[in-house]
């Protein structure tokens, strides 16, 4: 049991201490200061006990104060020098006391053992949540400084129809998900829709970042993942066209998208032309980061270390790079999109691609597809080729063409039951979208012994693809 003093009087007392009463457990006795009749609750539990008197009275306030050890006190009064003399009385008589004030005037009391709740910037907070796209911030729970927050997920975010298991979640969590009113059970492989509310916990900083990237309805890729594009070089295995290429096409979609700045990363340089020619190619361009490693660092090393430094969203890796097996297995790790260059110009691309295939990782895609389609400004073309007649795919057509309505954008569907690979090698000037799967790195001598298109897919060096990371059931 503990003790607690409330001293109340004003326009608020009558309702603060009817809602006493109403959450009233018994695992409290409460000592009631109060002046006026009127906020005298119709119930009086037995471990209330109440004084009226004026609490500015130092004698009866000290009575009261001397009769038990209060473990807590709420002050609410209706007058700030009441206010100020009612703090001052009580710290007269005990001088370790912490205890709350209800403080509606910003009062200046050099105590750090009172607690001031601020009454008119809670109000604020309040009215301000009624408003649209304001962040509902919990105030009165933890650290009290807004660590816990509501977000509602609108149509046309990024965040929608992403798996939680697919989003990074640093310095904030997802601890609970409501939808249709009911609050569903949070798990990595439970994909986010429209009308969502989350609550979700961090650092109020990170929460504010995370609401403002949620409530976007335009597309944002490479968020949520990361913010920017990197690019890795490393002159000592790679030839100088295939870097130079690389930078080149990496720059094209730099420029086209909303990150916000591109890394050039170039490890072990191994002549002064190769490095003029990089140096020339970033030379007055914007938001470009150009850093060299000159300690033979490793390159599992530089990526692990770059990856918190420079919140990489897209990683862009070339042929030769994508022979570093050991390095391939960190990077996947990672969880973020890998962007593989291919041999076709990226600046005549006109259509982005997708072979359906595995509907669960086509549909935590899906929207990724349509964000990358509206900034490259690309249609979209989906291949639903299938030779031994899946019905499942009908499902994820109609799943596409639900998120072509709500991100405004048309799809061109070509549907039979051709081999999709033969079929697909005919198309050119392509972006093609394909989910991350480690068996695509394996070494496949025959490849007719495999009828996965994604791997079958890969293993094409004339498309540039980006490969995004999906969670598995």
């Not at 086509?362 to 990724?368: G, M, R, T």
Request: charged fraction near 25%; proline fraction near 4%; aromatic fraction near 10%.
């Amino acid at each position: 049991m503990k003790n607690v003093l409330v001293i109340l009087d004003g326009i608020i007392a009558k309702k603060l201490l009817e809602r006493i009463v109403e959450t009233n457990t018994g695992n409290n006795l409460y000592d009631i200061i109060y002046t006026n009749d009127y906020i005298l609750p119709e119930k009086k539990p037995s471990n209330f006990i109440f004084y009226k008197f004026d609490p500015t009275s130092q004698s009866k306030l000290k009575f009261v104060l001397d009769k038990v050890m209060h473990n807590e006190a709420l002050v609410v009064l209706n007058s700030k020098n009441d206010t100020l003399s009612v703090a001052e009385n009580i710290r007269k008589y005990k001088k370790n006391f912490y205890f709350t004030i209800f403080d509606s005037w910003d009062l200046d009391i050099q105590d750090d053992k009172i607690h001031h709740y601020k009454g008119n910037e809670i109000l604020a907070n309040g009215l301000l949540e009624q408003l649209p796209n304001i962040p509902i911030l919990a105030q009165n729970i933890g650290l009290k400084q807004g660590e816990i927050m509501e977000i509602k997920i609108p149509f046309g975010s990024s965040y929608a129809y992403r798996y939680i298991g697919s989003i990074a979640q640093k310095d904030w969590k997802i601890f609970a998900l409501y939808r249709k009113q009911i609050l569903v059970n949070v798990k990595p492989s439970l994909v986010l829709k429209p009308n969502d509310i989350l609550l979700i916990i961090g650092k109020p900083e990170v929460l504010t970042q995370v609401y403002n990237a949620m409530s976007r309805t335009a597309g944002h890729f490479p968020m949520p993942f990361g913010n920017n594009i990197y690019i890795y070089c490393d002159p000592y295995v790679q030839p100088q066209y295939e870097i130079l290429d690389a930078i080149e096409k990496t720059k094209t979609l730099h420029k086209r998208m909303k990150n916000k700045k591109l890394i050039v990363k170039v490890t072990r340089p191994t002549t002064v032309d190769t490095m003029d020619k990089i140096k020339a190619l970033l030379e007055n361009e914007k938001d470009i980061i150009l850093e060299i490693d000159y300690g033979n660092t490793g390159i599992n090393k530089i990526l692990k270390e770059d990856k918190k430094r420079f919140n990489i969203g897209l990683i862009v890796l070339t042929q030769s790079l994508l022979k570093y097996k050991e390095a391939i297995k960190n990077i996947i790790e990672f969880k973020i999109p890998i962007l593989k260059i291919g041999y076709e110009r990226f600046a005549s691309i006109k259509n982005i691609v997708i072979v359906l295939n595995d509907t669960i990782k086509y549909e935590q895609l899906s929207p990724i597809v349509f964000d990358i389609s509206g900034q490259l400004k690309l249609k979209i073309k989906v291949f639903n080729l299938d030779p031994v007649g899946d019905k499942n795919k009908d499902e994820l057509l109609s799943h596409l063409e639900n998120l072509a309505k709500i991100f405004n954008q048309e799809i061109n569907t070509i549907s039979n039951h051709n081999n999709p690979i033969r079929e697909l090698t005919k198309e050119q000037k392509i972006l093609q979208i394909l989910p991350l799967k480690k068996d695509m790195f394996n070494r496949r001598k025959i490849n007719f012994f495999t009828t996965d298109s994604d791997l079958l897919s890969f293993d094409l060096t004339k498309y540039n693809q980006i490969l995004i990371p999906t969670v598995e059931e």
